[in-house]
């Protein structure tokens, strides 16, 4: 690949350097798919386990219409909740993202040269030998916004997220949240009159919810089925704990 002397980049060069910028509603689409995959996880995580232990705890009283109106108040309250800090954090991270956007354009402005500088040391250190850096380098510098951008997308490796992205990332952790916690409540429901035997019911349920949702969440996070299968366990360990924490705590109190 040939480089004029002049500085300027051929035209084969450009293409070959822009395609990622080119491609950035592509990224930003792919970003937005793992948050939503990662919000689920959240919402279903909590969901699970939360109004699951709250309900097993309730159980002791023996009393179906305690269990589901203390489980759907919490069920409600806590999706609302996790919605709210959803929506709180992708802001957070949009605030935090103008900020180092301001600061890098600043520095551009005061101290063009050390942080160009510091752009080709990072270039160079992936191999790219000068000869590519340096025209890359001046192209960018001919347009500071561009310049910044580039900063911020391929050596911060900062994604800005929109506001829209946040109501998003809030509906998606409240209703996993909320569907996540309606699952232990639903033998409640169907066994109404018999609290106890409601009880082993959503055990059973939620155990094998617990259990299918530890594995694929390690599946899709780490793609290992072994790895995955011990994932399961731990999921399934931590609920039962909980659950049988809760149901404990409430019996204890309120035998006294």
């Known amino acids: 690949m040939k480089i004029k002397r002049s500085g300027i980049i051929n035209k084969g060069l450009i293409m070959e ?10 990224m930003e689409m792919s970003s937005e798919s793992s948050r939503i995959v990662s919000d689920i996880i959240l919402g279903l995580s909590d969901g699970l386990t939360v ?5 097993a705890g309730l159980s002791s009283f023996y009393n179906s219409k305690i269990v589901l109106t203390a ?18 954090a992708v802001k957070s991270e949009v605030e935090h993202f103008e900020h180092i956007r301001r600061t890098q354009m600043d520095l551009l402005i005061h101290t063009p040269e050390n942080r160009s500088q510091q752009i080709l040391d990072q270039l160079e ?43 998003f990332s809030a509906i998606t952790i409240a209703m996993s949240y909320f569907l996540g916690g309606l699952i232990p409540l639903v033998p409640y429901i169907i066994f109404y009159k018999d609290t106890f035997l409601g009880f082993k019911i959503s055990v059973i349920l939620v155990a094998i919810v617990l259990f299918i949702f530890g594995y694929l969440k390690s599946i899709y996070l780490i793609g290992s089925i072994k790895k995955s299968i011990y994932s399961a366990f731990q999921t399934l360990l931590v609920g039962i704990i909980a659950a049988i924490s809760a149901f404990t705590i409430v019996y204890l109190l309120g035998t006294h």
């Open 71 to 88: 489980g759907m108040a919490e069920l409600i309250s806590g999706a609302v909740s996790m919605g709210l800090g959803g929506y709180l």
């Open 51 to 55: 109004p699951f232990s709250l309900a």
């Open 17 to 26: 350097l822009s395609e990622p910028l080119i491609n950035k509603e592509r």
């Open 125 to 167: 250190s992936y191999g790219i030998v000068d000869e590519v850096c340096k025209p890359l380098i001046f192209c960018l510098k001919q347009n500071p916004i561009n310049f910044v951008n580039f900063v911020m997308r391929f050596d911060l490796c900062l994604q800005k997220p929109s506001l829209r992205t946040a109501w």
